[in-house]
């Protein structure tokens, strides 16, 4: 291969066609479960973090020991939750048993939605592009801006008196 390399266009026609094989090859993924069938993610948004675990069933949803509908009160957090199983077509096929600790009810329910999107990928591989085509497998990095010295509230300055 060496030889036949004599001139610069030579050397971007060899890279170009190792890299179309590298970028052809289909990542295989296997599927990561406990010996209980399980799979396990961990969400996060804003300051919630959860620990999702999904296993096949019938499509009960448990959060924090309690039933989806005790803990998360308002349907559109209800809705945010069964977004993933929608997305990927799997409604009512798998049970989710998370934990969830921090932020406020908003942020645990992108927390644990982002957990359930990363243990459906994780136990079922093939679900993997319809989730990241939709942006559940991507972790909502937004936060609260930090309270500075000298300001009211992270930007808002003090009222200005000029007497």
């Known amino acids: 291969m060496a030889e036949d390399i004599k001139t610069l266009d030579d050397l971007k026609?060899?890279?170009?066609g190792?890299?179309?094989?590298?970028?052809?090859?289909?990542?295989k993924r296997e599927p990561q479960r406990d010996d209980l069938g399980r799979a396990y993610a961990t969400?996060?948004?804003?300051?919630?973090?959860?620990?999702?675990?999904?296993?096949?069933g019938s499509g009960k949803v448990?959060?924090?020991?309690?039933?989806?509908?005790?803990?998360?009160?308002?349907?559109?957090?209800q809705m945010i939750l069964k977004q993933p199983f929608d997305?990927?077509?799997?409604?009512?096929?798998?049970?989710?048993q998370a934990t969830v600790k921090g932020g406020g009810l908003?942020?645990?329910a992108g927390a644990?939605?982002?957990g359930i999107s990363q243990a459906l990928q994780l136990h079922e591989p093939s679900l993997r592009a319809a989730l990241k085509a939709a942006g559940f497998l991507t972790r909502d990095s937004r936060?609260?801006?930090?309270k500075k010295y000298g300001r009211a509230k992270a930007r808002r300055s003090f009222q200005f008196s000029k007497r």
């Open 62 to 77: 448990t959060v924090n020991g309690k039933d989806i509908n005790e803990y998360f009160a308002r349907p559109v957090l």
């Open 43 to 56: 969400g996060k948004r804003k300051d919630a973090v959860a620990r999702v675990w999904v296993k096949p």
């Open 112 to 114: 644990v939605k982002h």
């Open 87 to 96: 997305v990927a077509g799997v409604a009512g096929q798998y049970d989710v």
């Open 106 to 108: 908003s942020g645990q």
């Open 143 to 146: 936060v609260v801006e930090r």
């Open 18 to 27: 190792t890299e179309a094989a590298v970028a052809e090859a289909p990542v």
């Open 13 to 16: 026609s060899a890279v170009s």
